[in-house]
């Protein structure tokens, strides 16, 4: 049955490609993101198909290192390389790319970029000091309504971006109950199968398709779990997963934690909670937006309490056993703030942290299981 | 009860046979191409009754023979607290990685790292260092020692590192500060791991390059911390694994 339901996910996730050139034929727009900080409320407001398009696979990183460095982050090559090779469907559907000046290696590769697509990129403060910083990000929000107004033809009003509001909340809504089936102690879906049905869902164009799956989900698990069904047992060592963006085909670290006998229960990153919040509709509508997105607890803002405040949350919520760190090799915001995030989940919670850097490729995987499988035997 | 335990490594391969009385054997074989076939021969016409492999070569042995399985990490913990149970800091050094481990007052891992993705600071490093500059392995400490200065080795790379080495010969530089450089050099670097793992009280020093005396006598001088050095300091991971098969007979 769980795997009938993932079939279902696979085939709308096939099925979505179809549909996206079906609608573009009839004059719908798709816009591509590579950042959590975009408003996508904006983009669904217009009437158009946002889609992210953080690269995940390793596949394009080889044609990427024609331009980029080769010790440039992988996230960052992967992306750049699907748009070189033309070789992602979702970057070929998009009529515009909407990007945040967020780490070094991202916005300088979004000027390379430029040659392919049309890049608009949002000016992102570095901190999230509201007297400071909201006046300027609130200005970009502005512009980015602006810019897609004209590639769309349509007008964004408070009604449109309500509609957009009340959909999006339901889909991080139903987001958040697939992850929460996770705080079950054990849990019943394994972190592999969280992550795929995050990464597939966020394709999905059809955005009441994606919700309606993500509750058929929750509602099978839930059963599950009341049936006593787990793959794991209640001592099952639980893992939560923090730091950078992780999705289908640069999940080798969380298959890792799940072959040596670990439940990965949570993702403090952009793939999983990081994207759990609610917006208000309430006030200028910008506004409010502009706030929303500016607080959104990523390392490349300094301070990044919220990091270690949402972190706090979720050890709570979700029973965890032990935190694996993850940094995408050359990913220096990441890297560096592993330092304090160790500091506080030893001083805060007696909590041991795993460290891991590392790219897409499979050349270091029995390094990696090495610190995995010792990780876990300490717990 | 007999128990044994298997380190796998990467260079060499260490069997250890323990009874309630303690070891009663101990062998060691280069691992070669095919280290399950070297495995083999070295557990040929021994008896024991339970094994534990550890090391690289772990999971592969798995599958070759019966027998349980723990990291590199628990096995070098739990046999350095067998050696020097009031240690709490092991540094290990072989042929291709380094780690520090640091343990509780019960020999539990609290807290690791590991190099593994380069031979930079690895036995294999003081080896090539060795053979350009005309040593052995086994006299290359001792003859670094005898050196009055040292010349600094500013590569880490091995790669890099050589060619270094290579342009100070090509200068006519003494080949015993060389060496003392580049042991200093080795030590320096492990250190740094050290640091972020302890930072105080004894260090059980452990790995085929623990052999090494300018490696020790640095280590000891640099970081004013206690060095203990195993008899067979190769042996503590394949003695861990066994101590390991013990309790789980038990
Ligand atoms: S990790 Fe930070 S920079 Fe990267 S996509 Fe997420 S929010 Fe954006
Ligand atoms: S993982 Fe780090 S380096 Fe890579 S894109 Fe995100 S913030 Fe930038």
New interface residues.
């Given amino acids: 049955m769980s795997q009938d339901l993932m079939n279902t996910l696979q085939q709308a996730f096939e099925q979505n490609v179809i549909d996206i050139e079906n609608y573009k034929k009839d004059g719908r727009k798709a816009i591509g993101c590579y950042c959590l900080y975009s408003p996508v409320e904006l983009i669904v407001a217009a009437g158009a198909i946002p889609l992210p398009l953080c690269g995940t696979k390793n596949d394009p990183v080889a044609a990427a290192e024609e331009v980029l460095p080769r010790n440039l982050c992988p996230l960052i090559k992967s992306s750049y390389g699907f748009a070189a090779l033309n070789t992602c469907p979702f970057f070929r559907f998009s009529d515009m790319i909407v990007a945040d000046t967020t780490c070094d290696g991202k916005k300088k590769m979004f000027e390379l970029m430029q040659q392919y697509k049309k890049v608009h990129v949002l000016q992102l403060p570095q901190n999230q000091n509201v007297e400071k910083s909201l006046a300027p990000w609130l200005d970009e929000v502005r512009i980015m309504k602006e810019e897609i107004e004209a590639v769309t033809g349509v007008e964004i009003t408070t009604e449109r971006i309500d509609a957009a509001i009340d959909l999006l909340n339901r889909e991080r809504d139903a987001k958040k109950a697939v992850m929460d089936l996770a705080q079950i102690k054990p849990s019943p879906i394994k972190g592999s199968e969280l992550i795929n049905i995050l990464f597939k869902v966020g394709f999905l164009a059809d955005k009441e398709k994606g919700i309606g799956l993500m509750n058929t989900m929750v509602d099978h698990y839930k059963a599950l779990a009341e049936n006593g069904e787990s793959p794991y047992t209640a001592k099952t060592p639980r893992i939560l997963i923090s730091g950078v963006p992780m999705g289908v085909g640069s999940d080798k670290v969380a298959k890792i934690l799940e072959e040596s006998g670990a439940s990965v229960v949570g993702f403090e990153n952009c793939t999983g909670y990081k994207q759990v919040f609610t917006v208000e509709k309430e006030g200028d509508r910008l506004d409010v937006l502009a706030r929303q997105y500016l607080s959104i607890p990523c390392s490349v803002m300094s301070p990044n309490t919220g990091r270690l405040e949402l972190l706090d949350r979720m050890i709570r919520d979700f029973k965890v056993d032990g935190v694996v760190d993850l940094t995408w090799q050359a990913c220096h915001t990441y890297n560096v703030e592993s330092f304090s995030v160790e500091k506080h989940l030893k001083d805060a919670h007696g909590l041991p942290m795993l460290h891991l850097e590392t790219d897409y490729s499979d050349s270091d995987t029995e390094q990696l299981r090495v610190r995995i499988q010792a990780f876990i035997e300490m717990l | 009860m007999r128990a044994a335990g298997i380190d796998i490594g990467s260079r060499s391969i260490e069997l250890v046979i323990l009874d309630n009385s303690g070891i009663i054997e101990a062998r060691t074989a280069d691992s070669g191409f095919d280290p399950m076939g070297v495995a083999g021969k070295l557990m040929d016409k021994v008896a024991f009754d339970r094994i534990v492999a550890t090391g ?1 070569g772990r ?1 592969l042995f798995e599958i070759a023979f019966e027998g349980d399985t ?5 096995a070098h913990a739990r046999g350095a607290y067998h050696l020097f149970p009031d240690a709490g800091t092991i540094l290990d050094i072989g042929g291709q990685d380094s780690k520090v481990i640091r343990t509780n007052g019960a020999g ?5 790292e ?1 190099n ?2 380069c031979a930079a600071g690895t036995g294999k490093f003081l080896e090539i260092m060795a053979r350009s500059l005309g040593f052995t392995i086994e006299e290359f400490g001792g003859a670094a020692m005898t050196a009055d200065d040292e010349l600094p080795i500013n590569s880490m790379c091995t790669v890099f590192a050589e060619s270094e080495v290579t342009s100070l010969l090509a200068r006519g530089e003494d080949r015993l500060k060389i060496a003392r450089g580049l042991h200093s050099s080795v030590v320096r670097r492990a250190m740094s791991m050290l640091k972020r793992v302890s930072d105080d009280g004894p260090v059980v020093f452990t790995g085929g390059v623990a052999n090494n005396p300018c490696m020790v006598r640095f280590l000891e001088q640099l970081t004013g911390r206690d060095v203990l050095v195993p008899s067979e300091p190769h042996m503590a991971g394949a003695l861990g694994a066994a101590l390991i098969a013990h309790e789980m007979m038990r």
């Fill in positions: 690289y999971n723990v990291t590199e990490i628990k539990k891992v609290t807290k690791f590991m593994d993705r």
